[in-house]
């Protein structure tokens, strides 16, 4: 039968399947029944930087005491940490699959201190979820490139367990940003996150909330991105997230060059027992075609291993604007 071993920064998984950062991952108990499920490691739910701010600034706002926005503000923040922490020592303590910590964050300031104490609680790694939208006319690309590698200059210089990057595609130059990334030696990169969007309801002439949860076609931007990043790329590792709703998701971002593959969406569409289903079909699929080990098919289709290269590059639909008419 396939073996589904694999390593993703330097970490022993028994199958490439990862539960990636959400409401699922932000209990042991949780994390405890993803790992009976099957999961290879979990991503716990990200610190949001900005939360930890936001929910001071609400405190600071409500008291009575203006001497108290000090205390207040570093009241919270412990707090939302210390849980934090607490969380990542209970799922360490209660799962032997590896639990990677997550950081939302959008800039090196105050928060780089609580990646140490991410450490120290245990995190086997830890991922950092950055999405910075830039929404000035007067600066360009490259300062804000340089904001993200501010900040993993910073937790690079602060921690010894591998590091992660889970970005978005709005980037000019991908393969340059996760040189870049590289180059300041970083373990992982995480392709492509998804983001809550604001929508327009024409009704209530009110902004509401887009689908919070991706389809099967979702896969596409991370698919092309992660094929002709693998062809590119020296030691960074590369984790798949975005339109993983099966098994053939998975095989697909294998074959493309990723060394795992995060879900989310299909846990919270159906249920956790899902990842089972999905481990089985790879298996069986890895059986009918006699690959024995991950190794075998990864990268098979990728940028440079297929002969076709240019299906990557093809990003017009000039041929099939004249078949359809
Ligand atoms: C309810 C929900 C909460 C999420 N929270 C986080 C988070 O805290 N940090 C993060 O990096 N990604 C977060 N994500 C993004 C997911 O980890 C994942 O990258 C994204 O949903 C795409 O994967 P999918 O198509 O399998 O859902 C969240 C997604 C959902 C649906």
Same mark, same amino acid.
């Given at each position: 039968m396939a073996n589904l071993e694999t390593t993703y920064l330097g970490l022993k998984l028994k199958n490439p399947i990862i539960v990636s950062s959400s409401g699922l991952t932000n209990s042991a108990d949780k994390i405890k029944k993803l790992e009976q499920a099957g999961a290879g490691a979990v +991503?716990?739910?990200s610190l949001f930087e900005e939360q930890i701010n936001h929910?001071?600034?609400r405190m600071i706002d409500e008291s009575e005491y203006p001497e108290a926005e000090e205390y207040i503000y570093n009241y919270v923040k412990e707090n939302s940490v210390s849980e934090y922490l607490k969380t990542i020592k209970e799922a360490k303590a209660a799962v032997k699959i590896p639990v990677i910590a997550s950081i939302n964050c959008a800039s090196a300031k105050d928060w780089t201190g609580f990646a140490k104490e991410i450490q120290e609680a245990g995190a086997d790694a830890l991922e950092?979820?950055?999405?910075?939208?830039p929404v000035t006319k007067s600066r360009g690309p490259v300062?804000?490139?340089q904001l993200y590698f501010d900040i993993v200059e910073k937790v690079k210089s602060l921690i010894s367990i591998p590091v992660a990057v889970k970005i978005s595609y709005h980037f000019s130059n991908i393969l340059n940003f996760v040189h870049?990334?590289?180059a300041r030696? +970083?373990?992982g990169v995480v392709l492509f996150n998804r983001f809550y969007e604001p929508d327009i309801n024409i009704d209530t002439l009110k902004f509401s909330t887009s689908k919070i949860f991706s389809t099967p076609d979702d896969i596409r931007h991370s698919l092309r991105w992660i094929g002709i990043l693998n062809s590119f790329k020296n030691r960074i590792e590369v984790s798949a997230t975005t339109g993983i709703h099966s098994a053939e998701g998975v095989i697909k971002m294998l074959l493309a060059g990723a060394e795992t593959t995060q879900i989310c969406s299909i846990l919270y569409k159906n249920d956790i027992n899902e990842i089972g289903v999905i481990l089985d079909e790879?298996?069986?699929?890895?059986?009918?075609k006699s690959f024995e080990k991950i190794g075998d098919f990864r990268g098979l289709l990728s940028y440079k291993s297929t002969?076709?290269?240019?299906?990557y590059e093809r990003a017009q639909f000039m041929k099939y604007f004249s078949k359809v008419e």
């Amino acid at each position: 039968m396939a073996n589904l071993e694999t390593t993703y920064l330097g970490l022993k998984l028994k199958n490439p399947i990862i539960v990636s950062s959400s409401g699922l991952t932000n209990s042991a108990d949780k994390i405890k029944k993803l790992e009976q499920a099957g999961a290879g490691a979990v +991503v716990m739910k990200s610190l949001f930087e900005e939360q930890i701010n936001h929910e001071a600034g609400r405190m600071i706002d409500e008291s009575e005491y203006p001497e108290a926005e000090e205390y207040i503000y570093n009241y919270v923040k412990e707090n939302s940490v210390s849980e934090y922490l607490k969380t990542i020592k209970e799922a360490k303590a209660a799962v032997k699959i590896p639990v990677i910590a997550s950081i939302n964050c959008a800039s090196a300031k105050d928060w780089t201190g609580f990646a140490k104490e991410i450490q120290e609680a245990g995190a086997d790694a830890l991922e950092l979820n950055m999405h910075i939208i830039p929404v000035t006319k007067s600066r360009g690309p490259v300062e804000f490139e340089q904001l993200y590698f501010d900040i993993v200059e910073k937790v690079k210089s602060l921690i010894s367990i591998p590091v992660a990057v889970k970005i978005s595609y709005h980037f000019s130059n991908i393969l340059n940003f996760v040189h870049q990334l590289e180059a300041r030696k +970083v373990e992982g990169v995480v392709l492509f996150n998804r983001f809550y969007e604001p929508d327009i309801n024409i009704d209530t002439l009110k902004f509401s909330t887009s689908k919070i949860f991706s389809t099967p076609d979702d896969i596409r931007h991370s698919l092309r991105w992660i094929g002709i990043l693998n062809s590119f790329k020296n030691r960074i590792e590369v984790s798949a997230t975005t339109g993983i709703h099966s098994a053939e998701g998975v095989i697909k971002m294998l074959l493309a060059g990723a060394e795992t593959t995060q879900i989310c969406s299909i846990l919270y569409k159906n249920d956790i027992n899902e990842i089972g289903v999905i481990l089985d079909e790879l298996t069986k699929w890895m059986d009918e075609k006699s690959f024995e080990k991950i190794g075998d098919f990864r990268g098979l289709l990728s940028y440079k291993s297929t002969k076709h290269p240019a299906v990557y590059e093809r990003a017009q639909f000039m041929k099939y604007f004249s078949k359809v008419e």
